[in-house]
């Protein structure tokens, strides 16, 4: 069987990189886009390679990083071009494989094992890194490697504009020294729970005996022995719905949610991307599945009948809310958030019955928000899919723009 070859693309500070790419002026100087402390989001989102030199962080206060750099240049973020040079960037991708898993705003996975007619994997990722270059103006980092886990790690391993490959010849020198945090799905409290077992390196993770691992923290102990191995064998899975049974989508958290408010953020954003494919392809959902993965891996799945079926965004997040609240500890942290649609039927095909008990109120209001999301989907198929956006989505300290992009380096 022909070896995987998977890129993991990571565009370099991308807030900040998209910042210079469109006012040159922020070109070799100490800048950070940050959010409004008039707002009360006075934090740093995104620095770029002057300012790091500086010791500044991303999510540390303003006041903080002008004592570090009292000459820092602050942007404000314009999070709608951000969003436009990412979809940029895939086509960018796109033009070597229609293998392509977006990574949340500035990442993606490529798989590129039939696209040899373009070179090799390290030839594709240098194509790809001066053609990012050339015609957006920012960098990308780039891992080469035979699964995704360890070509994230390489996207990782040099920065900026820099091209990584970790081979099978190669992976136990360049990944086994490397922190057990740097392993995808490991945070900050699986970091520390394998540190009380004595595991700091991913070397030394790839050496600790399976059990152990599952002792400690089940399924999710196993998986991770084997990403340390090299031993990952998941896909890369484009997101395409066509013809599928389901529409779904999900979003790996670059920090934890914890609390009730900052999931509903969350599932809002993935049931309005969830309505709007729904009604383009005239389709609605009788059941509403949500998925929540938490900080070890551990998953819960559970679904809920929609009746009449919908394609209506709010109801979908609604849905899948109230799934949460009685299936989730509002004091357990969240990783990851999927949303799905099932028992997919045709719109026109759905007959609905007005509820005795809840009247013609409730029709009403379900058909005035049909009529409300139709008219944000036309105003987005006019002006574009990033000219009407959640306001919730966009708070710099949580929104899911900002989290996915402005803590990349």
């Not at 898993?101 to 990442?107: L, R, S, V």
Request: glycine share 8%; aromatic share 8%; net charge neutral.
């Amino acid at each position: 069987m022909k070896e995987r070859v998977i890129l993991h693309c990571d565009c370099n500070s991308f807030f900040a990189s998209v910042e210079t790419a469109l006012n040159p002026k922020y070109r070799g100087v100490p800048m950070a886009v940050c959010g409004s402390a008039e707002e009360r989001h006075g934090i740093v989102l995104a620095k770029n390679e002057e300012a790091k030199k500086y010791g500044i962080k991303t999510a540390e206060t303003v006041f903080s990083a002008k004592k570090k750099c009292p000459n820092l240049v602050i942007s404000s973020p314009h999070y709608e071009e951000y969003v436009k040079y990412s979809r940029k960037a895939n086509e960018i991708y796109s033009r070597y494989t229609d293998m392509i898993e977006p990574f949340g705003i500035d990442e993606s996975w490529l798989d590129v094992t039939v696209s040899s007619v373009f070179g090799t994997g390290m030839e594709i990722a240098e194509k790809i890194r001066r053609e990012i270059k050339d015609e957006l103006g920012i960098t990308v980092s780039i891992g080469v490697s035979f699964n995704k886990v360890f070509a994230k790690l390489g996207s990782d391993y040099k920065k900026p504009d820099a091209i990584t490959e970790i081979s099978r010849r190669n992976f136990e020198k360049i990944v086994y020294p490397l922190p057990v945090s740097d392993l995808l799905f490991v945070g900050n409290k699986t970091a520390e729970a394998l540190k009380a077992l004595g595991i700091k390196t991913i070397g030394e993770l790839a050496q600790t005996s399976p059990e152990l691992l599952s002792m400690k923290f089940g399924k999710a102990g196993i998986l991770l022995s084997k990403y340390s191995r090299g031993e990952d064998d998941s896909t890369v899975e484009p997101q395409n719905e066509r013809g599928s049974k389901s529409i779904g989508n999900g979003y790996t958290f670059r920090h934890d949610l914890v609390g009730r408010e900052e999931c509903r953020i969350g599932i809002n954003f993935l049931s309005e991307e969830i309505g709007a494919k729904l009604r383009a392809r005239g389709l609605k959902c009788a059941t509403v599945q949500l998925s929540i993965k938490d900080e070890f891996l551990r998953t819960i799945q559970r679904q809920k009948s929609q009746n009449p079926p919908t394609d209506i965004s709010t109801v979908i997040a609604d849905t899948a809310y109230e799934i949460l609240c009685s299936e989730w500890s509002s004091e357990r942290p969240v990783r990851m958030i999927t949303v799905t649609a099932m028992n997919l039927t045709s719109g026109d095909g759905v007959a609905e019955q007005i509820d005795m008990f809840s009247g013609e109120g409730a029709y009403e209001e379900r058909k005035r928000m049909e009529k409300r999301e139709n008219a944000i989907d036309e105003i987005r198929e006019k002006f574009g899919a990033d000219s009407i956006v959640r306001a919730s989505v966009m708070d710099p300290e949580l929104g899911l723009y900002k989290y996915k992009s402005g803590d990349s380096d």
